[in-house]
């Protein structure tokens, strides 16, 4: 299996919040991509790969960035021998290519003919999570039919399923449908994806794959989604307070 880190965004929100910062605080966040802000004692995407090669889970980790931010990740990336770096490139936010063509870019570019993890940059599990189980319950599935798909999902709040992409589900954990940011009474489910109508939302292309392969969902405890200053500053208390020991990270 391989691991396909998207990580071409140019995180706009969180820039503007800290130009916007008075306190200056986080003056030294000016210009660093989401995936390689400090959040604990390492970069965001350091964590993915410690546990992505801990776990053994995969044999090759491939980075999708962009332009703009190509020099760094390489420069991140020299200090591990397993990490490869491809830039979409694009230059700006309004030019970028979104986070479905950034994959298929990345299969193309790197030949990738074997099962493949995409994972999302300026994204971070709570220490619950556990590729071993992921790669176990997709293993199985994988042994019922090799077209199956595997997503991870968590339980949204009752008044947030309007901001969500909404999973439907059998008693099997089999996703029958997709609605798109419904209201409580239009659902029963609680189970989220991301908003299917963003350009770089992965949930179009798992909206486009439900009718036609079988996807099944994979509960989680929650994530952590670095869109701005505030979701960034509870992303790095958290690992600060929770994950400071040492152990084990979402292995």
């Not at 200056?24 to 390689?36: D, E, V, Y």
């Not at 179009?204 to 670095?226: A, C, E, M, T």
């Amino acid at each position: 299996m391989k691991a396909v880190i998207l990580a071409a965004g140019y995180g706009t929100r969180l820039q503007r919040d800290v130009v916007a910062d008075s306190s200056g605080r986080f003056a030294h966040l000016a210009g660093t991509a989401k995936p390689l802000l400090p959040v604990g004692r390492c970069a965001l995407i350091t964590h993915w790969v410690h546990a992505l090669t801990a776990s053994g889970s995969v044999d090759g980790i491939y980075v999708v960035t962009n332009a703009l931010y190509h020099a760094a990740f390489e420069e991140w990336a020299s200090h591990f021998t397993n990490v490869k770096i491809l830039s979409d490139q694009t230059r700006s936010n309004d030019g970028r290519l979104g986070a479905v063509a950034c994959l298929q870019l990345a299969v193309k570019h790197f030949n990738i003919e074997d099962h493949v993890l995409v994972i999302g940059g300026d994204t971070l599990f709570k220490e619950d999570f556990s590729l071993g189980k992921v790669k176990e319950r997709f293993s199985d599935l994988q042994a019922k039919c090799e077209d199956s798909c595997l997503v991870l999902s968590y339980q949204c709040k009752e008044e947030e399923t309007q901001k969500y992409g909404i999973l439907e589900v059998d008693s099997d954990l089999r996703v029958l449908c997709m609605k798109e940011k419904p209201l409580p009474s239009e659902t029963k489910s609680r189970r989220a994806e991301a908003p299917i109508d963003k350009k770089d939302a992965p949930g179009n292309f798992v909206s486009w794959l439900i009718p036609r392969k079988p996807v099944y969902i994979h509960q989680i405890s929650g994530r952590f989604d670095v869109g701005n200053l505030p979701s960034y500053i509870e992303c790095d208390l958290y690992f600060r307070k929770n994950l400071q020991d040492g152990r084990p990270y979402m292995v």
